[in-house]
């Protein structure tokens, strides 16, 4: 599946840039110098565009014809599969899309200081490369670099650089650690996805950003130091790295996106810094591990965020806070207890579902709305108490509450989901006479109910 997905981006890539090189062909001829096909670039200088010698190890020539050797061409010894090493000179400054792509037996390359560009997919899924050290001319590595160079165990990078490209090391199986050099400001989509062996990464101070799925299914990732200034946590960012038991979040972050700690199932400690305005959909979503979190007053928060952690057995809500996100903690199965802060007014859908260790909730007297399946099959739920005040009860709101004997509905209730109280075997609710309730309960033959006035 991932070869197809490479296959597809580089095909397109590379039918553009023949594209471009066969309109340039037209203005300039292919001359032939010993082993090497070329053409002469618009400088003055030449770009080699076929190597077709018999040797398995390749050495690029300074010159060809008096003309000096600047450029290799795009897929140039694209699955080349008797070729073992390679040395590229320093005359040499730009190394093409696709140039080595697919070598499967190149297991040395030697570059000289003077290239500057590495493009597009240069050499992916070269597997016999173990090791390789990038000059310190080198400024940028294209977009799919190195992808599936799965024996790829060491990269030297240049303190040169100033960008990488998306995916440029994804795939790379093997790569056990890496380090990155100042000056670069982002890192890209997927660069280290599928890196199973990388095993701890410190992130230098300028980057501000980590793209989506940057570190996805690094299952041996178990550190991670990030650094101040950082600012964004993209998309499935640290998915499924379940090695990785603690992380600091710099206090400059300010957006974590959706799923960006999803299955981590070893995470046990995380801290939200204060400033965290935006948390993504299922940003910790099924983190096994987790077991107490404290979350500041962020001004947008996603559904499911922490569903199923089930270990999380004590969470710290903001003061001021409106809203119970939909699906926030469901599936938190530890959870026993929480303290919802004055001012709340809502409680999400499936917010604390399937919460079986939770036994008591005090709502506060600003809720106005308990959503759909808010506390349905909490089984261990014994007391809650509604406030004055609240308007809604959504449908299956407290659906599979086994434990949860008595309920008082108050009079400002004037909707009740269907099935809001499916199932609950034990349950009695007082009501009032001639409330909503009153007459939702003529309904449900099943409920057991006594009046208010009666009760007392």
Known sequence: MKANRFLILMTAILILSAAALCAFAQEAPVHTSGYFDYIILEDGTASITRCFGPSKDLEIPTKLDGYKVTHLADKLLYRNRFITSVSIPKTVTTIGEGAF???????TVKLANGVTELKTGAFAWCNALEKISLPKTVKNIGDLCFYGC???TSISLP????SIGEQAFAYCTRLETLTLPKGLSAISEKLFYECAALHKIELPEGITEIGESA???CISLSEVILPDGLITIGPD???????LQRI???????????????TCVSLKEINLPKGLIRLGDCAFSSDMALESITIPPVQEMGKGVFSGCGSLAQVILPEGLTAIWDGAFTGCRQLKEIRLPEGLVRVGEHAFSGCEMLESLHLPESVKEIGEHAFSSCGNLKSVSLPDGLETIGESAFKMCFGLEQLSIPESVSLIGDDAFA???RLELTIIKGSFADSYVQ??????YVYQDEAQ
């Open 215 to 217: 570190f996805g299914n």
């Open 443 to 448: 309904n449900q033959p099943r409920l057991r």
């Open 101 to 107: 792509a697919y070598c499967t037996s190149l297991e």
């Open 237 to 243: 960012a640290f998915q499924n790295c379940r090695a």
């Open 423 to 425: 199932h609950a075997t």
């Open 248 to 262: 600091v979040l710099p206090e400059s972050v300010q957006t974590v996106e959706k799923w960006a700690f999803s």
């Open 150 to 152: 799965e024996h790829l």
């Open 159 to 162: 303190k040169s650089l100033d």
